[in-house]
T-cell receptor
């Protein structure tokens, strides 16, 4: 079973700050997913990455396969970024669409 | 442009009364999932399909059934809802290129 650890569990920031959320996993994977969930809402997939770095708007995700670590960065944070951010990985050796193991989530609150 | 559509957004059902949640997708993705998410918990996989190949998680209660009549539609049937089945139910699709696309979810209340 792949263990997925996220840090921090809670994060409070002021608008405009640079945010970093970390994710570590225990077993090699084909890809890692970053997801966003607003309170009471559905889930939005932010990134799927298997190597290197991806950028979408103010969001940047990086992964280091050797160190089994990924980070999600938010530049110039905004109150609308307030949400739960979840890191998820498929099973080791499994297909990339297999059952995901989820991190416990990071609750981000950005104050104006 | 919603690509994975779940109906209804909110569903109230009576204890023991069968209920069906629906999911449709315009993406033509082969893989579809049903997840259950309770408050402050991570989503829990109930079922997934690869095309019509159905995969039932070992710990999914028998009370939960699923149907996928075609690529576009997938249904979650709860035969006799209990109070413990109140949750957000999430439908999702997957492709290796696009990754996951989730619907907005159906929040089920059991009264």
């Amino acid at each position: 079973k792949n263990e997925v650890e996220q840090s921090p569990q809670n994060l409070t920031a002021q608008e405009g700050e640079f945010i970093t959320i970390n994710c570590s996993y225990s077993v090699g994977i084909s890809a890692l997913h970053w997801l966003q969930q607003h309170p009471g809402g559905g889930i939005v997939s932010l990134f799927m990455l298997s190597s290197g770095k991806k950028k979408h708007g103010r969001l940047i995700a990086t992964i280091n396969i050797q160190e089994k670590h990924s980070s999600l960065h938010i530049t110039a944070s905004h109150p609308r970024d307030s949400a739960v951010y979840i890191c998820a990985v498929p099973p080791r050796g499994g297909t990339s669409y297999g059952k995901l193991t989820f991190g416990q989530g990071t609750i981000l609150t950005v104050h104006p | 442009d919603a690509m994975v559509i779940q109906n209804p957004r909110y569903q109230v059902t009576q204890f023991g009364k069968p209920v069906t949640l629906s999911c449709s997708q315009t993406l033509n993705h082969n893989v579809m999932y049903w997840y259950q998410q309770k408050s402050s918990q991570a989503p829990k996989l109930l079922f997934h399909y690869y095309d019509k190949d159905f995969n039932n998680e070992a710990d999914t209660p028998d009370n939960f059934q699923s149907r996928r009549p075609n690529t576009s539609f997938c249904f979650l049937d709860i035969r006799s809802p209990g109070l413990g089945d109140a949750a957000m139910y999430l439908c999702a699709t997957f492709t290796p290129f696009h990754g996951y696309t989730f619907g907005s979810g159906t929040r089920l209340t059991v009264v």
